[in-house]
T-cell receptor
Framework: GIQVEQSPPDLILQEGANSTLRCNFS?????LQWFHQNPWGQLINLFY???GTKQNGRLSATTVATERYSLLYISSSQTTDSGVYFC??????????FGQGTELSVKP | DTAVSQTPKYLVTQMGNDKSIKCEQN?????MYWYKQDSKKFLKIMFS???????INETVPNRFSPKSPDKAHLNLHINSLELGDSAVYFC??????????????FGQGTRLTVV
């Protein structure tokens, strides 16, 4: 089955810093989503981005489907950005395959 | 107005008991899912239903039985609970899990602890 790898596994930032999270996947996909799991455990949809670029406030994402990777950019990070960021893909199997996540900690 | 809601949020129970988790979505979606998140935060699909029909059963022990009374509800019943069942269980839905619009939305999770 399709493999999803995220990097880095852990990241510590000072408030105000920028960061880039990466998601590599091993096959073509028809769905790619980025989620933020906050410290209370909620899975929050960030982007639905099987291809192209999207922006939402301080966050943006780019998926290059032909090269099988996606990037999540966080600018001017805030302490509320802390949590685990997941990339998940579907390649017409009708189910999301999750990466192992990037655990982000933003320090004040 | 919560889109995907599941109850209870926390569940603590003894080994051997039977318990249920309920899920409802008000998004009008056709497909619903159960995912399990283990202690290392790894998320994996358990089941999916499309219009009340079971589509995916991902080699889950038959102690786990999903039931979909209608396309807005998907419940999960677990018999004879074991310590290893302790995890966070997430319900999710998407417009068309088998087609082109597969963006999934998740409930807040149910943290199950078996003692």
């Amino acid at each position: 089955g399709i493999q999803v790898e995220q990097s880095p596994p852990d990241l510590i930032l000072q408030e105000g810093a920028n960061s880039t999270l990466r998601c590599n996947f091993s096959d073509s996909v028809n769905n790619l989503q980025w989620f933020h799991q906050n410290p209370w455990g909620q899975l929050i949809n960030l982007f639905y981005i099987p291809s192209g670029t999207k922006q939402n406030g301080r966050l943006s994402a780019t998926t290059v489907a032909t090269e099988r990777y996606s990037l999540l950019y966080i600018s001017s990070s805030q302490t509320t950005d802390s949590g685990v960021y997941f990339c998940a893909v579907d390649n017409q199997g009708g189910k999301l395959i999750f990466g192992q996540g990037t655990e982000l900690s933003v320090k004040p | 107005d919560t889109a995907v809601s599941q109850t209870p949020k926390y569940l603590v129970t003894q080994m051997g008991n039977d318990k249920s988790i309920k899920c409802e979505q008000n998004l009008g979606h056709d497909t619903m899912y159960w995912y399990k998140q283990d202690s290392k935060k790894f998320l994996k699909i358990m089941f999916s239903y499309n219009n009340k029909e079971l589509i995916i059963n991902e080699t889950v022990p038959n102690r786990f039985s999903p039931k979909s009374p209608d396309k807005a509800h998907l419940n999960l019943h677990i018999n004879s609970l074991e310590l290893g069942d302790s995890a966070v269980y997430f319900c999710a839905s998407s417009q068309d899990g088998l087609g082109s619009n597969t963006e999934a939305f998740f409930g807040q999770g149910t943290r199950l602890t078996v003692v």
